[in-house]
């Protein structure tokens, strides 16, 4: 998390910098500061509590001009949200630097340069990092000796740039773990954590690696890898373009993020269907005698993302007959896992830069302990398609409220283009390849119907402002539906909520139940509906109230607690996706009564960058 922005121009880069971070503000809005070198190569800062808004204020009433800066966006790890906690940190008004990451031995750092009568200004871990530069310059050495010294004596991970009034023209970044970009421009030259915050300034990348170090001037960028050999990196020019922030018509990027939802499967669908077949080419050479080797999946996500997996599980072991295991990136990543040559190990991402994801795929390459891995990811210059072997891309589009709505959706039809491929390459499914193909073409439609409940949702989430807990419930593909559901209506409005499968509230559950705890239920009309409408009994027959999305072709028994909104009917494989949209504008009304921060949740940052 955090994003980190820096420049070194022939011209102010005061406002390239909060740009940039107002790019980066996903990462991260806690707090925000900038530093720029003064014409007399004095540090000027300036940092803010809360958003780049703040500091954008700050620096109207107060300009700081120059034309070497860093600044950064933070989500608080070490020390709480407050001013004296935002980067960038400084040592002795001589070395300012702004750090993405966690540096885990920043303790016994900490009292070791407190022993050597450094002031530490901030609870920070980033704190140690500045002053620890200092500490070595005033042994003597210059300032990239000195930054070098420091970052080997970093442990953790770390993106981070440093500038100096010792060399005014020169940005020291280095790269352990946390993703950093340098930009390329005309006597200029850019740092970003990522391809976003550049986009106005530059479309020409360098993707610094791991142990990268380099020194990055107006005129030019040296890099040095791990064993510190200067290497050169690939210039890649990018097709991210300029990301499409305006709300337009809505009041939250959340709302038009789920009503870009028919748009953004279209757009995922697009050139992968053929008449009743999936095009192979999209994931990568040789794809097909890879996917023909494979006899068991793995996937690994967090979050939504994982929630997607879920749902994928089902289809898969339905579908392909293969076994597919599902878990956190988090749990994943620790755990002692054995050598499966035939397993395929699939990743899913919005963002394709979080942390604990990156770290499993890098476990099983370390280990070669997969037949190959693969990643769904909706972003095209991401760490993660960098660094899989096959690579399948939602076409989502920027997604900016943190609460992730279209990603997930386009991560469940390219989950299904996965495994037409995947039967394709088996050969021996034809009629289950053409199931696939012709049902996701109805797709993008059912979405519009579904949106046109839209209303009623609202209405419906009225009931929900003053309550503390909601239980959701689903059977089948529909549990992992509900998680999302619960997920979504805990980040936003801040309201408890669990999901479990139906089947399951007997064992436990049921005892939470009475009428002041709504129970939502989402009610396709599967083969498991008999079964969910019996446990919707036991909750009605204890009191509970019910809020229950069924097929509109389904009774359901009606009394003053159970409301229900009907959908309209959808083929199995395909109600995962269209159950989900109600519980995403269920959230989203129900927070926006709340008065929440709807797209920038407290607490929460788009793109988890750090452990
Ligand atoms: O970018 P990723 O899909 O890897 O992110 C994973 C989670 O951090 C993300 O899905 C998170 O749970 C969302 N805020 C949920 O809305």
Known sequence: MCGIVGAIAQRPVTEILLEGLRRLEYRGYDSAGVAVLSAENAIQRTRALGKVAALSEKLAAEPIIGMTGIAHTRWATHGEPAERNAHPHMSKDRVAIVHNGIIENHEALRQELIAEGFVFESETDTEVIAHLIEHNRAKGLGLEDAVRATVDHLGGAYALAVVSNDEPDTLIVARHGSPLVLGLGLGENFIGSDVQALLPVTSRFI?????????????????????????????????????????????HFMHKEIFEQPQSVQLTLEGRLGNDEFIPCIIGDNVQETLARVEEIQIIACGTSYHAGLIAKYWLEEMTDLPCNVEVASEYRYRRTPKRNKVLFLTLSQSGETADTLAALDKVQTEKSMLATMTICNVAESSLIRESDFSLMT????????????????????????????????????????????HLKQLPLLLEQVLDKDAAIETMSEAFIEKHNALF????????????????????????????????????????????????????????????KSNLEEVRSRGGVLYIFADEEVSIREDEHIHTITIPKVPEILAPIVYTIPLQLLSYYTAVLKGTDVDKPRNLAKSVTVE
């Open 207 to 251: 993707y610094l690696e791991n142990g990268d170090f380099a020194l990055v001037k107006r005129d030019s960028i040296t890099i040095f890898d791990a064993n510190n050999e200067q290497v050169e990196r690939e210039v890649k020019e990018s097709t991210a373009g300029m990301c499409s922030a305006s709300l337009g018509e809505y009041r």
């Open 395 to 438: 076409i989502a589009g920027p997604e900016i409220g943190v609460a992730s709505t279209k990603a997930f959706t386009t991560q469940l039809v390219a989950l299904q283009i996965f495994i037409g491929l995947l039967l394709q390459a088996k050969g021996n499914h034809p009629e289950k390849v053409k199931y696939l193909v012709n």
């Open 473 to 532: 419930l689903g059977r089948g593909a529909q549990y992992p539906v509900a998680m999302e559901g619960a997920l979504k209506l805990k980040e936003i409005s801040y309201i408890h909520a669990e999901a479990y499968p139906a089947g399951e509230l007997k064992h436990g559950p049921l005892a939470l139940v009475d009428n002041e705890m709504p129970i939502i239920a989402v009610a396709p009309n599967t083969p498991l509906l008999e079964k969910l």
